[in-house]
């Protein structure tokens, strides 16, 4: 890839701390190359080909002995790098050829404008949790692009923060960062709970009121499948609700909350404190789409579908508008756990056309969800549509001239009894083959 036009006025240095990331640093290091004057890799001990590919990248490595300090390790880097700017990612951290061609723009504008050169020291930009599939699973704001000053540091030994004023942070949403380290596979490949808990456990010995580094154990906690581990983890998780507030970054309560909600909402006996934490954060946090999304999910298990339907409805118009949708990271970053309650509403209200539109959204993102397919066929059949019209219905889904298509349509239609449907569409599907 070129360098973009004007690049030699944007000094930007990419760093990086990194230990047994053979699978990611190319990737890693390969979309910025075009687009920084040097990469900075600080290794804390890498035991695979690490260093020997980052190395065949052109990055600058440099060894640092890990002591149990993300923070010491980070900082270590930054005093590496030459750059007017730095952008510092993790290993499973990227972003597109586009959105990083977006960034220098953005950094050449700052530096050309007098009076954003002197305030901005910062900028906070979405961070997209990716899982296996590549789909996005949360949506957070993420401060990892900032000017290479001295007085510039990390902070914390763990789940590390920049240390700069608010009023020198600009919000830059032309451009994201992808992140896959919490995808399932991540998780187990780096097994990285354990050591987050006793790091924790040490910090929170010191600091034992810091809300913050509660909820950030509690989070590690829950990756542990013993029941103490789960216990232990509501326990921090609700101190954080009961006695966080104005002690803790918003975040930090809404990851809490939303705990519960997900712990709460399928289980029956539970769904009465799950209605009442998503009123409560309400209060604090109206109009967040996330917590909208909950008590609708409370409403349909009840069957009372038309509320659920008029409050999930309105969350969708706030997509469609571009409204302010309070705090939300999760609805925002996959609409179809939106739909799919949409879908269960309109099936309680028996509104087969709504009950069509939302299942084609969902499958529009994911064809092969049988649980959704499956159903969708056995409402268009059961209300009389002959083969012909449900196929006609699901052709803006699946490719009627696609062998492997019709097999999922003609695998979910025989699922669900709709056998004219399964004949058909086996007929059809031998022709393509």
């Known amino acids: 890839m070129e360098r973009i036009e004007g690049m030699s006025e944007v000094k930007l240095s990419q760093c990086m701390i990194v230990k047994n990331e053979e699978k990611n640093i190319e990737r890693a ?13 600080v290794d804390t001990g890498s035991t695979d080909r690490t260093v020997e590919l980052a190395a065949k990248m052109g990055a600058k490595i440099y060894r640092f002995d890990w002591i149990n300090d993300f923070s010491a390790a980070k900082n270590y880097a930054l005093d590496q790098a030459a750059g007017d700017w730095s952008i510092f990612t993790d290993a499973d951290e990227y972003m597109t050829s586009e959105d990083a061609d977006k960034l220098i723009k953005y950094l050449k504008n700052i530096q050309n404008d007098p009076e954003k050169r002197k305030n901005c020291l910062a900028l906070n930009c979405r961070l997209v949790n990716m899982d296996d599939e590549g789909k996005a699973i949360s949506v957070h704001d993420a401060m990892r692009v900032f000017r290479n000053e001295t007085g510039l540091r990390f902070t914390g030994r763990i789940h590390e923060r920049l240390d ?13 960062i992808y992140h896959t380290g919490y995808s399932d596979s991540e998780k187990k490949e780096k097994n990285k709970t354990k050591r987050n808990i006793d790091m924790l456990r040490e910090e929170i010995a010191f600091e034992p009121d810091d809300m913050a580094l509660k909820v950030y154990l509690a989070d590690a906690l829950k990756q542990k499948d013993d029941e103490e581990s789960q216990n232990e983890a509501d326990s921090y998780f609700m101190d954080v609700i009961e006695n966080g507030a104005g002690k803790v970054f918003y975040k930090l309560r809404v990851k809490a909350y939303i705990h519960f909600m997900n712990k709460y909402v399928n289980d029956p006996e539970k769904r009465d ?4 934490l998503c009123k409560r954060a309400l209060t604090e946090f109206p109009g967040s789409l996330d917590f909208e999304y909950f008590l609708a ?8 579908y038309r509320a659920a339907w008029e409050l999930l409805k309105a969350g969708e118009d706030k997509l469609k508008s571009g409204a302010d949708c309070g705090v939300s990271f999760y609805v925002i970053a996959d609409r179809t756990m939106l739909y799919g309650q949409m879908l269960l509403a309109a099936q309680g209200l028996g509104d ?20 959704i397919l499956t159903p969708l066929i056995a409402i268009l059949s059961n209300a009389g549509l002959p083969a012909d019209e449900v196929l006609c219905t699901l052709a803006d889904i699946y490719n009627l001239k696609d062998a492997g298509d019709l097999l999922i349509i003609a695998r979910a239609a025989k699922d669900c009894g709709a056998l004219d449907l399964a004949n058909k569409t086996m007929t059809i599907a031998r022709q393509h083959m």
Request: with cysteine; hydrophobic share 55%.
């Open 29 to 41: 290091l390969c979309w910025a190359k075009a687009h920084v004057m040097e990469q900075i890799v």
């Open 164 to 176: 700069v004023q608010a009023d020198n942070v600009v919000w830059a949403d032309e451009f994201e």
């Open 273 to 276: 404190i799950c209605e009442a």
């Open 297 to 304: 999910s409370v409403l349909n298990y009840r069957g009372e």
């Open 352 to 371: 087969l056309e709504n009950v069509a539109v939302y299942a084609a959204l969902i499958l529009l993102a994911d064809k092969t969800k049988m649980e």
